[in-house]
């Protein structure tokens, strides 16, 4: 999985074959070849990990308070420039066959809900704490997840800074506070 | 331009050849095959075609007032069950090419400056007839860019039936009121 991550973050999906995985492998390519025909049998795998990996990180260790784990999400959906802009492309270019193959649209739907549960998990929890007003939780996490996606697809694709997606999350943030 | 558009929405860009273009061409094909050795050459075309038929469209009739205005862009941007979504997933293909092929990237960045502006246009229009109040235009032009764009992509791509974004537009306007 790391190896896919590797190679699918330098080659894109075009570009990506089970050869470009097996040099990022350090283990038996022949293994790998023996696991997967295709390498869209390999990306279905690769996304369900993908999920998981997402499901862990945010669920190990949550931020101290309702406010930063809502920051932490947002910025973990939102490119710097780190280095993260080949993989994060490549995702979207994954995302993007969700409607002409099933196998990647059930992933999809995954991981969008995962991720919406997550929002609307700590903005309910910041309700508990009087920290936030009590506002509908799916609608914010609804808008932050949506606000997250446009300035990704807008910050990879072209000159845009996204600058103002951080103060766009600061608003949304402002307008929760109780 | 017609045949690409209807060509690219049916195919996707993954499966769009030169002669799947010229199924859709109503005249000569061999003047297509003339003009176009490679599909990215005409897509370039295509896109350049697209901000023209965007600009005149939004510049040909603007609403009666602002907020109207604002509504009929963000409208446009965001699909419905409209037949639209073949042509919409196609277009965001093409987007992800921007990074690895710059002449697609020149015409991004050219199709999200006139849209950013167009926005910006309507909510200054407001401030300027006292609609709305003295807010940073480029900054609220660029929120519901963002905001659509993700509603897009997550319609496009997930069961999201993008129901909060049209709350979300609602929740902007009203914060925009004088």
Known sequence: MDATYTALGKHGYADLTIQTIADEFSKSKSLLYYH???KDDLLVDFLDWLVEEFASE??????????????????????????????????????????RDERFAKRFDALDERVQAEFAAAVREGIARDRFRDVDAEFVADTLYSLATGTTVRRLTTDYDGESAQRGLDDVIDRLRA
């Open 36 to 38: 997967y025909d295709a």
């Open 58 to 99: 945010v669920g190990a260790d949550p931020a101290g308070n309702p406010e930063d784990r809502v920051r932490d999400l947002f910025e973990m959906l939102v490119p710097e420039d780190d280095g993260s802009e080949g993989i994060r492309l490549s995702l979207l270019e994954l995302r993007m066959r969700a409607p």
